[in-house]
């Protein structure tokens, strides 16, 4: 079991950019892959990006693509979010959490979550 937690949040105008990181800490040897996820008001969880732990191998929700950038500092147990060109319907707690195996994007295929930071982008 790995502990994660989520830093980086705020509130930022359309158009704006922010980062996220996610420190991980405890049986980090167990983790496949560190994934990012958020959940807006009234909506379910949905995938964001993930990044493989041991490697590299990045996967960015269409949505994503071209304005998110997912990385990670190993030496420090770290994933990061870059998010740029945010919109309004980026709003949402964004959460970090790790996968013990490699099972997909889904959030059922990850197995420790951290707590959450929220993202509030105005127009």
């Known amino acids: 079991q790995v502990r994660l937690v989520e830093s980086g949040g705020g509130s930022v105008p359309a158009g704006g950019s922010l980062g996220l990181s996610c420190t991980v800490s405890?049986?980090?040897?167990?983790?496949?892959?560190v994934g990012w996820f958020r959940q807006g008001s009234g909506k379910p969880r949905e995938f964001v990006a993930r990044?493989?732990?041991?490697?590299?191998?990045?996967m960015y929700a269409n949505y994503a693509k071209g304005r998110f950038t997912i990385s990670r500092d190993n030496a420090k147990d770290t994933v990061f979010l870059q998010m740029n060109s945010l919109k309004p319907e980026d709003t949402a707690l964004y959460y970090c959490?790790?996968?013990?195996?490699?099972?997909?994007?889904?959030?059922?295929?990850?197995?420790?979550w951290g707590q959450g930071t929220q993202v509030t982008v105005s127009s």
């Open positions: 959490a790790a996968s013990m195996g490699n099972r997909g994007n889904t959030p059922h295929a990850f197995d420790d």
């Open positions: 405890g049986r980090t040897d167990r983790v496949y892959a």
């Open positions: 990044i493989r732990w041991a490697g590299d191998d990045p």
